[in-house]
């Protein structure tokens, strides 16, 4: 019973990862074409959604991975991804809210 929960947590901890890795690909994908419009169009709205995804996926990707790496305290790495996003959502909504 044991060995088939490890395989069940091992299954669903891969799944997580797998999940998480998409969302970064997909962040990145947005934060691309997102700056791509920005340079073609020389919105500056589009430059700010760039910069907002880019602060929510990045900096807490990056975080995840100094966490993982370099043995950081859970808390620091959680302030740090949690300021992250709040600026970057900060970034979009004031992009939205901007005219063109």
Known sequence: MI??????ELTA????????ILVILLGFTI??????GYRRN?????????VGFTLIIGVQ???AGVYVVFDVSELAAGAVSQAAQLSGLICILYALRMEG
């Open 3 to 8: 060995g088939q929960l490890s395989d069940i």
């Open 13 to 20: 901890r891969t799944l997580v990862m797998a999940s998480q």
């Open 31 to 36: 934060v691309y074409i997102a700056f791509q």
């Open 42 to 50: 020389r919105s500056r709205p589009m430059l700010f959604i760039a």
């Open 61 to 63: 990707a990056i975080s």
